[in-house]
Structure formats: C-alpha cells, structure tokens
C-alpha cells in the first residue's frame, strides 16, 4: 500500500469532527507533496527552520501547525504563515505573537 492509499484510508476512518495534522518532520520534500496530492493540506512541524523552508518551498495553501516548542527569538520566522500552535510555553511567547 502506498503512502497515499495509507492516508486517504486513514482520513476515511477519522470521523467528521477528527482533523488530522500530517507532521511532515524530517521527511523528504516529495513525500509531504505526495500527501499534497491525495488533498491533504494541513501539516505539522516541530522545528521553526524546517516549517520555514517548507513554506518557502511547498504549495502556499498548506495550513502549517507547530507542535513542537518555540523558542521567542524564532517566533518572528513563523508568525506570518503558521495556522495553530500546539503549544505555549510562557506569556511573553503569546506577547511577541500579537506583537504586528
């Protein structure tokens, strides 16, 4: 079974009110766009510079999550693009976020 047949099974498993974020962590560029092309468009990251050059790289409507810790000087790479942080760590990271 390829790796689009595993996902698209897997989303057609998940109920209605289930999103699935694909973490694309350490993959090749090629398998992220292969779960791409089965319409998958929601992915996560756990490192900044990965997320960063993936966005750079990959299609423009991927909604990206970052689901791994965020240190407040990299928040400024991320803050234009990134869909949903998994996590917070302190209130001065929630600040920076707001800060335009």
Not at 44 to 68: C, F, R, S, Y
Request: include cysteine.
């Amino acid at each position: 079974m390829t790796l689009s047949e595993k996902l698209v099974q897997i989303k057609d498993a998940l109920p209605p009110v289930v999103t699935l974020v694909a973490v694309s962590k350490t993959t090749p560029e090629t398998v992220t766009l292969e779960a791409y092309r089965t319409g998958h468009r929601i992915f996560g990251e756990n490192k900044v510079q990965e997320m960063t050059q993936n966005w750079e790289t990959l299609p423009k409507d991927i909604a990206w999550h970052m689901i791994g810790h965020v240190q407040l000087n990299k928040v400024k790479y991320m803050a234009p693009f990134v869909s949903l942080l998994h996590g917070l760590e302190c209130l001065r990271l929630l600040r920076r976020l707001d800060t335009p």
